[in-house]
Nanobody, 124 residues
């Protein structure tokens, strides 16, 4: 019942910053917990960050904590991921996802809706 479209990916150098965004369709955006995941070549998809429905609470994977920041704008039905101090190991396709849970969650199985992904490449 919701469509997600990511944007903002690209090719950057080690140490650079990028901001990827996700726009949701429909009028029920504020009822979804939102999350960001990534999948590197040859690896399984992994959790990056999640944000509560109101945006008051966030949670990050240890690999990105202190470097990445998740935020949302319910009035615009968007969720963003600010990525700083990028490393080659951050190279992956980045996905946003929506969960129908009352609280933020890092469990992939809780996310029912997924975007197509946006590619981020960090060269050293």
């Amino acid at each position: 019942q919701v469509q997600l479209v990511e944007s903002g990916g690209g090719l950057v150098q080690d140490g650079d910053s990028l901001r990827v965004s996700c726009t949701a369709s429909g009028r029920a955006f504020s009822t979804y917990v939102m999350g960001w995941f990534r999948q590197a070549p040859g690896k399984e998809r992994e959790f990056i960050a999640t944000i509560s429905r109101s945006g008051s609470s966030t949670y990050y994977a240890n690999s990105v904590k202190g470097r990445f920041t998740i935020s949302r704008d319910n009035a615009k039905s968007t969720v963003s991921l600010q990525m700083n101090s990028l490393k080659s190991e951050d190279t992956a396709i980045y996905y946003c996802a929506a969960a129908q849970t009352p609280a933020f969650t890092s469990r992939q199985r809780d996310y029912a809706y997924w975007g197509q992904g946006t590619r981020v490449t960090v060269s050293s």
